[in-house]
């Protein structure tokens, strides 16, 4: 029997706190053998969501939380006020090592900031990369980072290269995951400072399948399995694809029920739009993971429902499974700086 | 009767030149009393190409040139080497004042380093942005700068803002444009450091209707008139844009033709789902004006076809027309800094 695997799950953020994120627990816990949750939240609307569902009881434990991070919250304020809060106490358990992993759909910013300072850094891994998955008509691309690193250094984006690669081999499967940096033209001497310092260095790196520059127009159409770039253009490339999928989806419904006879055509097509329209949906990726922390941090999306909020659990299955922290620290040749000075 | 304008028109660049190219020009030419146009390019494909279209030929002129700058070459080297291309001596009749504008579907960044180097700035503007016009689901929307710029100053930006509020002004008739920073969250303390410097500083401009941070998501929404970032952020926005969109397209298209009941509802939904995708046309905006140079120099598209060339040269009219540079001038209360310094 493989080992077990201790996953802490927010149970009071996101837009369908507690009833959906219990639900996913609730089916995560019935379809893999080896999990146990600890379920954080206030007693009450908790024990509620659970009455009623069919789970194996004997692995979940609702640990009694009694204050709630808010999503438009500063987040550095609110951990630090807020230290009974479903987030602070989730994180602070992967910290002590009682819980292997933590999920929210909760605010992302807590997320981020509370990974940091609660959960920890691997040692030798200077900033922790927020790395959702994103759906291309070529399979999913991971773009690492999207986080908090909004003024990133070359030494950081190396790191999430290689971060992401190995997510993507251990994860998702992909043999020999094309990195790709992602930048405003495809030429080695293009870009902004910080892309110009980083191309060299990841060319360089003998651990990834290296290929170049990525612009933005081909990260749809899949042509690499990890984009890197510093989170305030990861932010932008994100919101961007949300926005014009959103944008044009609802553009083309307004069409659709223009009249009579665009409505049947419309629904004549149905069957065949929901078939591609799957493959763009974000939602059966799970969540994103904060990478690079002692224990995984996975944030799901705020709207998440039960299915969204299981897969997230399910990553971190396979993410322990995969030990993908002993596989950072030997491939990555991480150095503990703070050791190093001391010897 | 209005003021004559001169506008250089490069007959040799882009993937339809010259044939489109000239058609464009022929019918700006009998579309624009006041126009004048100096073709630039290489004799005989030009004139060939001329040959047979219906315009008044007392107000064009063909200037040889004997070279072209290829759209792959190294902007700087190419525009040091080869003096006589179409692009070169176009953009020096604008600098010697005998052309107002320079159109060209060819290489962007030459467009962008001969902009610079070669038309020369208006003195106290700090760069010259690149402002594309992206269609949105409430009108188009300037989003400045993708062009060179791609570490700017917050100075940059301000004055960036500035341009693109006057720009959506006088030229796409919007009253009090809403100019916004791009950043990743709405609220003022979020971002890089870059949009951190600049939000104070576009807050306390007198002379824009500053409306405060916007997110990528809400852009193809329609959010704000004017958009102002970095060229690099902005390169990554105007490259999703398209990239998504076309994605999106096209995995509906092969939905459509994935089988007869899917295709017959394809040609009923057609009309209608038309209407919705011309909204989303970039072609009919023309091309994007590099602001900011004592004449004005319009990139447009290098698949540009002759109806975007027209557009393009219009751009030009409405640009002189409205005297924008001087509007430059006055409402920025642009400083001369070398003469300042002389003082």
Redesign the interface.
């Known amino acids: 029997m493989s080992e077990t695997i201790n996953v802490a799950v927010d149970a009071m953020g996101g837009d369908n706190a507690p009833s959906e994120i219990v639900k996913g627990a609730a089916a995560a816990l019935a379809a893999n053998d080896n999990l146990r949750i600890t379920l954080l939240g206030s007693k009450e609307p908790v024990g509620q969501a659970l009455s009623g569902l069919d789970y194996p009881k004997e692995r979940l434990e609702l640990h009694e939380t009694t204050e709630v991070i808010e999503m438009a919250e500063?987040p550095v304020n609110a951990i630090r006020r807020k230290k009974d809060s479903s987030l602070v106490v989730g994180m602070k358990l992967v910290h002590e090592g009682a819980c292997d992993a933590f999920v929210t759909a909760g605010s992302t910013g807590a997320a981020l900031v509370g990974g940091q300072i609660l959960v920890g850094r691997i040692k030798g891994i200077e900033r922790p990369p927020l790395a959702p998955l994103l759906p291309?008509?070529n399979g999913p691309v991971l773009l690492i980072d999207c986080g908090a690193n909004?003024?990133a250094r070359s030494s950081q984006l190396v790191q999430f290269a290689q971060m992401g690669s190995i997510y993507m081999e251990k994860i998702v499967g992909i043999q020999n995951p094309r990195v790709a940096l992602?930048n405003?033209g495809a030429e080695e001497?293009k870009?902004?400072?910080l892309v110009k310092e980083t191309f060299p260095l990841l060319k360089a790196l003998d651990n990834i399948n290296f290929t170049g520059n990525i612009?933005?127009?081909?990260?749809?159409?899949g042509a690499a399995d990890v984009v890197v770039c510093?989170?305030?253009?990861g932010?932008?490339?994100?919101?961007?694809?949300?926005?014009?999928?959103?944008?044009?989806?609802?553009?083309?419904k307004?069409?659709?029920y223009?009249?009579t006879?665009?409505k049947?055509?419309?629904?004549?097509?149905?069957?065949?739009?929901k078939?591609?329209l799957k493959?763009?949906d974000v939602k059966s990726y799970g969540g994103a993971p904060l990478l690079g922390l002692t224990g995984l941090v996975v944030k799901t999306h705020g709207s998440a429902k039960a299915i969204e909020v299981q897969h997230s659990i399910e990553q971190c299955i396979a993410w322990k499974q995969a030990d993908i922290n002993s596989v950072f620290i030997s491939r990555m040749h991480l150095v503990d700086r703070t050791k190093t000075a001391a010897d």
Chains 1, 2 share one sequence.
């Open positions: 500063p291309t008509a909004v003024d992602f405003i001497e870009g902004n400072a612009e933005a127009r081909d990260i749809p159409a510093d989170a305030f253009t932010n932008a490339i994100l919101k961007m694809y949300e926005g014009v999928a959103k944008v044009l989806l609802s553009e083309m307004a069409a659709i223009s009249g006879r665009a049947l055509g419309g629904l004549l097509l149905k069957p065949a739009l078939d591609t493959k763009f």
